[in-house]
């Protein structure tokens, strides 16, 4: 893997769609192509996946407090 910031697109902006599986399928492929390819994108990943997993914890009145 790279974590060369400068080569190629990167997809930091797609994680969290892709996370929640809410991609198209060619968005999805490409996303899972360039995380297998870059360390720094498949990082912030692992950060947006934790993320979502916590949420998951939250009930509704720990969102009104």
Do not use: F, I, K, W
């Amino acid at each position: 893997m790279t974590a060369d910031p400068g080569e190629g697109p990167h997809v930091r902006q797609l994680l969290g769609a892709y996370v929640l599986d809410a991609l198209a399928t060619d968005e999805t492929r490409t996303v899972s192509r360039h995380l297998q390819s870059c360390d720094r994108c498949a990082a912030d990943y692992v950060e947006v996946a934790e993320a979502v997993s916590l949420l998951a914890l939250l009930s509704a009145d720990d969102l009104l407090e």
